[in-house]
């Protein structure tokens, strides 16, 4: 499912820079779940831009099925993202003048989608998070726990083949965040949903079967099996 090779990623140039990937390989089978962990500064949240595309890699490739993410420019790119890719961040980024329904929207007419068809699947994902009664919310409107339920549902609702999530439960409590985990798990059993997940939580990254530990812009462990 992703498949990435060889990838480097350098900020900044002479005494100022930061070598944040240092020749990292990874694959993803279809379905899998995976957390990315290790401690501040090492890369992980890099190695998530890079993979979906948001940052680009300064070498190496990176595949999403037969789609080389590498080749691609940003139009491209953005293409790509709106058809197989979802993303939650820790900072939920919801659109503030717009109800939970719009927002989860907003990527679906982005992705060329009918405005009936993209109320209806808004409303199924919204279920799915169980806030379909929250629809006609504002973000500041509701908790931190069910803002990031929101903006998974907006993640997902368009089926995309791989969920990356940068530290999803980092600014929550932590019933808030077993909930939030449970429904990434639950997208991952409902829809086969590939998942990456960055965490520097141990906690949370041993719910997940594979741990891949990553130390000064490498991966330098990589475990399956922990959990189950
Ligand atoms: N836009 C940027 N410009 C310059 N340096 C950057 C930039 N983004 C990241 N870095 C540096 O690259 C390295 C890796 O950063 P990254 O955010 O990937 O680490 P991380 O493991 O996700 O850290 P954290 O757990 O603290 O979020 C760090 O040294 C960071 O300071």
Redesign the pocket.
């Given at each position: 499912m992703l498949r990435a090779s060889q990838l480097s990623?350098t900020?900044?140039t002479g005494n100022e820079a930061?070598?944040?990937?240092r020749e990292v390989g990874l694959t993803l089978g279809k379905g899998e779940m995976a957390a990315v962990t290790?401690?501040?500064?090492?890369?992980?949240?890099?190695?998530?831009?890079v993979l979906g595309g948001l940052?680009p890699a300064d070498g190496g490739e990176i595949w999403i099925g037969d789609e080389a993410v590498h080749r691609r420019r940003e139009k491209e790119l953005a293409a790509l993202r709106l058809k197989r890719m979802g993303f939650v961040f820790q900072a939920y980024h919801l659109v503030p003048v717009l109800s939970a329904e719009e927002n989860v929207q907003l990527p679906l007419l982005a992705a060329g989608m009918t405005r009936r068809e993209a109320e209806r699947k808004a409303l199924e994902a919204l279920e799915l998070v169980g806030l379909a009664g929250k629809r006609r919310s504002r973000p500041s409107a509701l908790s931190g726990g069910q803002s990031q339920r929101v903006a998974i549902a907006r993640a997902v609702a368009g089926k995309p083949d791989i969920l990356f999530a940068?530290?999803p439960t980092g600014a929550l409590d932590s019933e808030a965040a077993d909930q939030v985990m449970g429904l990434l798990e639950l997208m991952n059993r409902q829809y086969g949903m590939t998942l990456l997940l960055?965490t520097?939580d141990d906690r949370l990254a041993q719910r997940l079967p594979r741990q891949i530990r990553?130390f000064n812009?490498r991966i330098v462990e990589d475990r399956e099996g922990a959990t189950c």
């Open positions: 990623k900020y900044g930061t070598r944040a990937l290790g401690p501040s500064g090492c890369g992980k949240s890099t190695l998530l831009h940052e940068d530290e960055v520097h990553m812009g």
